[in-house]
């Protein structure tokens, strides 16, 4: 059965203090990988896409890796306004056709 | 630039009643989809939509319909609201289809069935 998880649910940093998020997948034929922030009220907002393994992205102080198994959101250094939901989202081939599956998320708090 | 523009935000319904989620989108997309997301769960999709006149079901399309009559509108309508439709809508619009690459999306609508 085709797997989003994402973890931990939920994360409190200190200002500065950075760290990383996972999402790891169990699914057949990726053909892509989301991240997306969601505010509390308002739609989730793209982030990056990653296609293949070993593909990084970078912007500010994000940064997105990809391997076979899993992703990782590593954020250097953050400030109180990074506070926010980090989705997953996994591109697939299902059963002949494609479909997305989205992870429940990793709540993140900043602590000035 | 709006981006995708969805209303209402906020909707309480009573058992049995009929409401329309409106969503237009700006962005001259062809692809826009429709999705639900309830706490402690990822976003569900439950119609998508690849043009002006073609739309297919999601993963959980029951209790829903939807038209696309124009390339900015796709609207979703629910009959006969049930409390298990209380959760947030979200409409999100994107260039390529089934997100493969990036989609945007609405401000949500809030809906309480009771």
């Known amino acids: 059965e085709d797997q989003v998880t994402q973890s931990p649910e939920a994360l409190r940093l200190q200002e500065g203090e950075s760290s990383s998020l996972n999402c790891s997948y169990t699914v057949s034929g990726l053909r892509g990988l989301f991240w997306y922030r969601q505010d509390p009220g308002k739609g989730p907002e793209f982030l990056f896409t990653?296609?293949?393994a070993g593909e990084e992205k970078e912007k500010e102080r994000l940064k997105a890796t990809l391997t076979k198994k899993e992703s990782f959101l590593h954020i250097t250094a953050p400030k109180p306004e990074d506070s926010a939901t980090y989705l997953c989202a996994v591109s697939m081939n299902s059963g002949g056709y494609q479909k997305v599956t989205f992870g429940t998320g990793t709540k993140l708090q900043v602590i000035p | 630039n709006a981006g995708v523009t969805q209303t209402p935000k906020f909707r309480i319904l009573k058992i049995g009643q009929s409401m329309t989620l409106q969503c237009t989108q700006d962005?001259?997309?062809?692809?826009m989809y429709w999705y639900r997301q309830d706490p402690g769960m990822g976003l569900k999709l439950i119609y998508y939509s690849v043009g002006a006149g073609i739309t297919d079901k999601g993963e959980v399309p029951n209790g829903y319909n939807v038209s696309r009559s124009t390339t900015e509108d796709f609207p979703l309508r629910l009959e006969l609201a049930a409390p298990s439709q209380t959760s947030v809508y979200f409409c999100?619009?994107?260039?390529?289809?089934?997100?493969?690459?990036?989609?945007?999306f609405g401000q949500g609508t809030r809906l309480t069935v009771v």
């Open positions: 999100a619009s994107s260039y390529l289809g089934h997100m493969n690459t990036e989609a945007f």
């Open positions: 990653l296609y293949s």
């Open positions: 962005m001259n997309h062809n692809y």
